[in-house]
């Protein structure tokens, strides 16, 4: 029997009544409609319950940090004085920071139908016992009254007060886990609003707050701070984060808060892909981050769908290049499965990686590490990787410690490059255009100025530095959904023609490639 229930859904809702002795679980919940005859049980939606059960299980053991409300008079604007216009210095911003033990919330989008309620339902009712205070909001009505806090703040202390901050502080009281029903964005008030709180709550480093526009950079800055609160976030919604607020009034600057969406919160798939042959694809992207407790269940999922469990169990394998062997620890159909020090901690080069994307079209890497100036050496040979995966048009699927704008380098080493990118005069910020395209997606990754981090003297040269950006470029590339549904056979694309004809395609690159 699961636990016993409390709804809540009004502005400002809180939710204290729910008990939840034996921590009954999302699974435990599934499970029970499944043999009760409520659910059918479909594979796919298990595949989804366990990423909440992840979630779940991850909560057992969290504790909330004590809300601490920002001093007002940081955030009123500086008085100036005649004397000190002359010598203007910008007001210093009030900055946030997410603790490293806050786990990752999760965004679930789907069509109608897709069974969004029911699996809010399910992970809201089953909450463990130690969330002592919860909420859940329907997020048009979460808006409006984040409306009416920041205009009755703003009645009180002028129309330069930065409300935002003080806001999330009396938001992030009102529960540590913070539950939206269908997240969306049509306004763009609401727009302007959300990039602050989404800036606010899931950035983690003080230079987004020096580059952002204070105009347009609200509902970055209000999710960052529920967050930097240890407040966690967990949503529906219709539609992929990359579609949110579509061809809306500066729509630009709200594309920040839709990359901190996709890197701090793990997006769900909730639609079930169907190819032709009828297994369920994974409901998550292909790259994970952190290494967490989902983060085994995220690499062997996609092993099993990439790879050919019934006809060819997951078994070692072996390959011969210039009289050396190459050990492939597990392997199934065309699906090749390493950890990080297996496949990059061992001396191997591009003739180890070319001989490897003949033999298979697939690639799930576990436990890829930040790579700092130290690892230099391991970085290069992890590019010159997905160089070849790229090339040859593969798949790849990675679990990594961070997200992957911060994969080859630390965060001091991005501060660092900031600042120094920051220090250099306009004269010296003359680019080529090549470097220029391959950086522009990790730019918008990281909320920086390219030309900050392409003039860090952190890169010993052009060549490292193109590399680098090249190798960021191609792994963004490599995680969209057309590049991963690409050969597939989904019916929706073809079916068993399609991926037939990839096959061919595949087949002429590896006689080129001989």
Known sequence: MGPRICHSGLPEAENTCDLNPTDWGPMNEYDSRVSSGQLRDDEHQRGIVQSLQHLHDELKEYHAPVVVHPDIELLKPPRRSF????????????????????????????????????????????????????????FHNFMQDVHKRLHAQKLAHGNDFDAVPFVAADLAEKGSVLCFDEFQCTDVADAMILRRFVFRTLCRFSYFAQVSNPETDGMSRLLESLMSHGVILVTTSNRHPNDLYKNGIQRDSFIPCITLLKTSLHVLNLDSHTDYRKIPRPPSGVYHAPLDKAANTHAEKWFRFLGDFDQDPPHRAQHMIWGRKIEVPKASGTAAMFTFDELIGRPTGAADYLELMRSYESFIVTGVPGMTFRERDLARRFITFIDAVYESRAKLVLTTAVPLARLFMSRPELEEALQEGQKLKP?????????????????????????????????????????????????????????????????????KAEKDSWQRVRSRWREDSL
């Open 83 to 138: 004397l000190s216009s002359l010598f203007q210095r910008s007001h210093a911003k009030h900055t946030t920071q997410i603790p490293d033990h806050v786990p990752k919330g999760l965004y679930m989008f789907g069509d109608v139908g897709s069974g969004k309620t029911m699996l809010m339902d399910m992970f809201y009712d089953t909450l463990p016992r130690v969330i002592t205070s919860k909420t859940r909001i329907h």
């Open 427 to 495: 004269k010296h910020l003359d680019e080529g255009a090549d470097v220029e395209d391959a950086m522009r997606s990790l730019m918008d990754d990281l909320g920086m100025n390219m030309k900050m981090l392409k003039n860090s003297s952190i890169f010993s040269g052009d060549e490292e530095r193109f590399a680098f950006a090249r190798a960021l470029s191609r792994l963004s590339e490599m995680g969209s959904q057309e590049w991963v549904e690409r050969g597939m056979g989904l019916e929706r694309s073809g079916g």
